[in-house]
């Protein structure tokens, strides 16, 4: 998983809790997609959550308990590291998958556990003919928006 480490001030969000601008382009870092579940950490503190938007810049929103520590504060220098969450699309499916966006983004928007069912299924093929009929299997059944093969 590609880790994306940068260091940023916290903002204070109105309603609690604070929002993390991230400084760079996701797509570019992560390729493009409808959403973005990162995990990672902030400051040392374990996070996970969703990129938003307000048109301009993508952040990561933390919610009220964050300002229960009384270290972390508006304005605050902190060190970010943040990836893609769950398991990724493997390249020989990535590659099944080339000029069906719509089914590779379907993948991507899954929850973790079909995710990691799909690769699961696709790296626990001890021989090369499995694995390859597993893709296939794989690739059709995104194809069609099913979450099951």
């Known amino acids: 998983m590609d880790q994306k480490r940068f260091s940023t001030k916290l903002q204070a969000r109105p309603a609690g809790g604070f ?4 400084p760079f382009e996701p797509a570019a870092a992560w390729g493009a997609r409808d959403r973005y579940h990162l995990v990672g950490s902030i ?13 301009t810049v993508p952040a990561l929103e ?6 229960r520590d009384a270290r972390l504060v508006d304005g605050l220098q902190v ?12 390249d020989d499916l990535v590659t099944a998958l ?7 983004a379907f ?8 995710r990691k069912n799909f690769v699961r299924s696709i ?4 021989r090369p003919e499995t694995r390859a009929r597993r893709v296939v299997a794989i690739a059709d059944a995104l194809r069609q928006g099913r979450r099951d093969i």
């Open 19 to 22: 929002r993390i601008e991230i």
């Open 43 to 55: 400051a040392g503190h374990p996070v996970r959550g969703a990129l938003k938007t307000d048109g």
């Open 62 to 67: 933390l919610g009220p308990a964050w300002g």
């Open 79 to 90: 060190d970010v590291e943040l990836g893609l969450e769950g398991p990724q699309m493997p």
């Open 98 to 104: 080339d000029g069906h966006d719509e089914a590779r």
């Open 107 to 114: 993948f991507d928007a899954l929850p973790s556990f079909y």
């Open 123 to 126: 790296d626990s093929a001890k």
